[in-house]
């Protein structure tokens, strides 16, 4: 079992729903991830999405698109996120780490370092997960079975517009959880439509049977508390990176924690 697949089995032995933070690796300051990974566990997060920077993301909102132009400027590629998560992970060895971000990095980071170095060096820095957005199911049968042999989760991103048979091809290789897009569009876009996604959730369980998160559109403690009452975790992203984008050094972290320990106590209430 991995570690994302322990954390979330025993959120729901214990009744809760797990609180999923998304951030850009090297923003705002190239330096600042590992605190801030460490700061979001002690307001209480469960997993860790962290962004790849990439030049030319499809799903990203402007937000999260100006974070990354900003990463990049920094000098923030896989390399660098993947030390990231080394450092973090040489004071808590417990949370869950999610890789997201685009196939490009992947692809190039394998060209420079060998068939499988992705995978390999993903797994030795103590990553649990990846995410590729622009990976399809049907394609992927080999990606999924090199990450799980290295004990890690492949999970895919699920929209309002996924067919049926879409749902089946991603529970064929998905694992972990998978990521159900609330909105139609782009990370920070729209108002979420609690309705559609009440409707939409049993429709993916018919096919998929590991959790499912729910991001797009989340933005504080109230819709997030909404979306907890029907998913098994929720995803929050675009709204944390404005939290943070226009911070000193010193005030990143904790403006983290608290905007997120309410978003924590509204998911336990």
Not at 59 to 80: H, N, S
Not at 126 to 153: I, K, M, N, R, W
């Amino acid at each position: 079992m991995s570690r994302i697949q322990a954390t979330l089995a025993a959120l729901q032995a214990q009744g809760r729903k797990a609180l999923i933070p998304y951030v850009t690796a090297g923003f705002p300051y190239a330096d600042i991830t590992p605190a801030l990974m460490h700061g979001m566990v002690q307001a209480g997060v469960d997993i860790i999405e962290l962004g790849v920077p990439f030049s030319d993301p499809s799903a990203d909102g402007p937000v999260i698109q100006k974070a990354g132009e900003r990463a990049l400027a920094l000098g923030i590629g896989l390399a660098q996120v993947l030390a990231m998560v080394r450092t973090f992970r040489a004071r808590d060895a417990a949370t869950p780490v999610v890789l997201m971000g685009y196939a490009n990095p992947i692809e190039r980071y394998d060209l420079a370092h060998g068939s499988g170095a992705f995978v390999r060096d993903a797994a030795d820095a103590g990553v649990d997960g990846v995410l590729v957005v622009d990976y399809p199911p049907e394609e992927c049968t080999e990606f999924s079975a090199s990450l799980q042999a290295a004990g890690l989760d492949l999970i895919f991103l699920l929209a309002p517009t996924s067919t049926e048979q879409r749902m089946q091809e991603v529970a064929r290789v998905a694992s972990g959880y998978v990521y159900y897009v609330s909105l139609r569009g782009v990370t920070g876009s729209g108002a979420l439509d609690l309705g559609e996604v009440e409707a939409m959730l049993p429709r993916i369980r018919q096919h998929v049977h590991i959790p499912v998160g729910v991001g797009f559109g989340i933005r504080d403690a109230r819709t997030a508390a909404a979306i907890g009452r029907v998913a098994d975790a929720v995803v929050i992203g675009s709204r944390l990176i404005q939290q943070i984008e226009t911070q000193p050094h010193e005030r990143v972290v904790a403006a983290a924690i608290d905007f997120l320990r309410p978003i924590r106590a509204a998911l336990d209430a």
